[in-house]
């Protein structure tokens, strides 16, 4: 069955940086773009990056836009997220999903577990 | 940015429907995703383009977008239908593309 799991969460201090990674299994992995979504406490999640099938196609929330970098590497089934320039309000449970495309329009089936990152002195 | 307004919170008795609505400027030109969530889990995709189901979810939930507000409804309501749900939609207008709601807490009573 098709699986996300991600890793790479921990504390990290304000300024401080951390590669997240997602490893897919249970469907073609280069078909698909992927996108990186979050949910700070309480809160609903927050779209926050994609990436196309082949990663030639990226895009960014304004809110991480300039600090985030999304990649890919296909033969790895694994997606990336570097985070740099952590803020506190970058704490979030982060969730790597199977990002499905359509028309232009894009939804999310299905999630991995998600790591937490937690930025804190 | 486009904003999804969503009630916080609705409680529903055992056997009863659950109409969960989403607000937003003329949603209904908008495709609609509606997500749930229970504690400590990943959201899972319940709803997509406004009222197709995924494999696996059940007939007793459906989906409907018109003029400003997406709705999702819950027939004959169980106890493990309570959770987080969650309206999103790809807005393309703007930077912000995945846009979602603040969600609602369905509480079965």
């Known amino acids: 069955q098709v699986q996300l799991v991600e890793s790479g969460g921990g504390l990290v201090k304000p300024g401080g940086s951390l590669r997240l990674s997602c490893t897919a299994s249970g469907f073609t992995f280069s078909d698909y773009y992927m996108s990186w979504i979050r949910q700070a406490p309480g809160k609903g999640p927050e779209w926050i990056s994609y990436i196309g099938g082949n990663g030639a196609t990226t895009h960014y929330a304004d809110s991480v836009k300039g600090r985030f970098t999304i990649s890919r590497d296909n033969a790895q089934k694994s997606v990336y997220l570097h985070l740099s320039s952590l803020r506190a309000d970058d704490t979030a449970v982060y969730f790597c999903a199977r990002d499905s495309f359509l028309a232009g329009i894009h939804w999310f089936d299905p999630w991995g577990q998600g790591t937490q990152v937690t930025v804190s002195s | 940015s486009y904003v999804l307004t969503q009630p916080p919170s609705l409680s529903v008795a055992p056997g009863e429907a659950a109409t969960i609505t989403c607000a937003g400027n003329?949603?209904?030109?908008?495709?609609v995703h509606w997500y749930q969530q229970k504690p400590g889990q990943a959201p899972v995709l319940v709803i997509y383009y406004d009222s197709s189901r995924p494999s696996g979810i059940p007939e007793r939930i459906s989906g409907s977008n018109s003029g400003n507000t997406a709705a999702l409804t819950i027939s004959r309501v169980e106890a493990g239908d309570e959770a987080d749900y969650y309206c999103?939609?790809?807005?393309?207008?703007?930077?912000?593309?995945?846009?979602f709601g603040g969600g609602t807490k369905l509480t079965v009573l």
């Open positions: 999103q939609v790809w807005d393309s207008s703007s930077d912000h593309l995945g846009v």
């Open positions: 003329n949603i209904g030109g908008k495709s």
